[in-house]
């Protein structure tokens, strides 16, 4: 079975600068995950969707970041524009239903310079 | 609100030595406790849960509500433990609280 893909693995922009970053899940995973890994913390929720709903956004700063899953399969999740503090590993994560077990992907590591 | 509580950044033993990874949690409900871990180069993935109450790897961890802990034991580590381990706790299942990880560094 494939796992979450996320791409890209890698990205160095400026601040003040736009990135996004892609996240297809598990086939059939109806709830999506996107989680801030800054280094050495753990993983912090930033938005949670449903299919194409979204469940939970609240530690998700709305007035730089914003994510969508238009067809409740792949996500988008862009930072406009970035700071200084954004850099971190964005990970994606699937599970086929709440309370299922959650799969991570293997992140999206962005340097903010 | 949830607080998930890894008190050491780094645990070194020696192969066949116990290992015990602590976690302590603030929580005023009952939730639910899980341990991931992430071998190097790996993406993270999770090791276990305790409403399975089974053993993976040889690992065990052990709810105590009244401690508000969650350690994680194995009796005689080896050399293939060796990786970063998150405790993490989530209040339905779903949403899930980190903790900030802890290096477990097993010696030959």
């Known amino acids: 079975e494939a796992g979450v893909a996320q791409s890209p693995r890698y990205k160095i922009i400026e601040k003040r600068q736009s990135v996004a970053f892609w996240c297809n899940p598990i086939?059939?995973?109806?709830?999506l995950y996107w989680y801030q890994q800054i280094l050495g913390q753990g993983p912090k929720l930033l938005i949670q969707?449903?299919?194409?709903?979204?469940?939970?956004d609240s530690q998700l700063p709305k007035d730089r970041f914003s994510a969508e899953r238009l067809k409740g399969v792949d996500s988008t999740l862009k930072i406009q524009p970035a700071k200084l503090e954004d850099s971190a590993v964005y990970l994606c994560a699937s599970s086929l239903v709440p309370r299922n077990t959650i799969y991570f992907g293997e992140g999206s590591w962005l340097t903010v310079v | 609100a949830q607080r998930v509580t890894q008190p050491e950044k780094l645990l070194s033993v020696f192969k066949g030595a116990p290992v015990e990874l602590k976690c302590n949690y603030s929580y005023s409900g009952s939730p639910e406790l899980f341990w991931y871990v992430q071998y190097s180069r790996q993406r993270l993935q999770l090791l276990l849960r305790h409403i399975s109450r089974e053993s993976i790897k040889g690992f065990t961890a052990d709810l105590n509500k009244g401690e508000t802990s969650f350690h994680l034991k194995k009796p005689f580590a080896q050399e293939e433990d060796s990786a970063m381990y998150y405790c993490a706790l989530s209040e339905d299942g779903n949403k899930l609280v980190f903790g900030a990880g802890t290096i477990l560094r097993v010696k030959s």
């Open positions: 969707f449903q299919n194409n709903g979204v469940v939970d």
């Open positions: 086939s059939g995973h109806a709830t």
